[in-house]
């Protein structure tokens, strides 16, 4: 799996596990609902480590705890 793959996954499955929607998270995050649609539909090649911080900010929670997920081994990049 690509690094932007799993990203999106596992932004997706965060949302599910909480119950909000990406516009939700877009508003709590203080990402732009074009960016994050942009992440989540891996039209972003690299997303920024920056815009993940803010994800993990607004679902409260750290970086390590985001990519602590099974997603990010045996990445294919």
């Known amino acids: ?3 932007n793959a ?3 996954k596992r932004i997706t499955e965060l949302c599910n596990e909480r119950s909000i929607s990406l516009n939700k998270l877009a508003t709590l995050s203080g ?9 989540v539909k891996c039209e972003v090649s690299s997303p ?3 815009t993940i911080y803010y ?3 607004a679902l409260n929670m ?3 705890s985001f990519f ?3 997603l990010f081994q045996d990445l294919d990049d």
């Open 55 to 57: 994800i993990c900010f």
């Open 62 to 64: 750290d970086l390590a």
């Open 68 to 70: 602590s997920s099974p």
């Open 48 to 50: 920024t480590l920056k």
């Open 6 to 8: 799993a990203v999106s």
């Open 31 to 39: 990402i732009t609902q074009s960016t994050l649609n942009s992440v």
């Open 1 to 3: 799996m690509l690094l």
